[in-house]
């Protein structure tokens, strides 16, 4: 199992900046297929924020968030990085780093979450 832990959410105002990061732990190397990030703000579904493969860095993204957000990992320190830039209301929702093991086809670990929350 890889365990995943966020951390880097707060309350900003619309149009700041903040990083999320997410540590993963549990022989990370030989277990993660790509991380990814999914977010769920009150009342609604959870939705797909963006994704990194682990070993080739290639990232994949939301529509939403294209030109905003960047997805980043340092393979190092097992540690994925989420950099929102031009922060909006809708923003608002507490945030999950998501991990794909080697050979599945969905998510199987997720982190407990980390609020950000975007003020007008």
């Known amino acids: 199992q890889v365990q995943l832990v966020e951390s880097g959410g707060g309350l900003v105002q619309a149009g700041d900046s903040l990083r999320l990061s997410c540590a993963a732990s549990?022989?990370?190397?030989?277990?993660?297929?790509?991380l990814g990030w999914f977010r769920q703000a009150p009342g609604k579904e959870r939705e797909f924020v963006a994704r990194?493969?682990?070993?080739?860095?290639?990232?994949n993204y939301a529509d939403f968030v294209k030109g905003r957000f960047t997805i980043s990992r340092d393979n190092a320190n097992s540690t994925m990085f989420l950099q929102m830039s031009g922060l909006k209301p809708e923003d608002t929702a507490a945030y999950y780093c998501?991990?794909?093991?080697?050979?599945?086809?969905?998510?199987?670990?997720w982190g407990m979450g980390t609020q950000v929350t975007v003020s007008s």
């Open positions: 998501a991990g794909q093991r080697l050979g599945s086809i969905r998510y199987d670990d």
């Open positions: 549990g022989r990370t190397s030989s277990r993660i297929e790509a």
């Open positions: 990194i493969n682990w070993n080739s860095g290639i990232p």
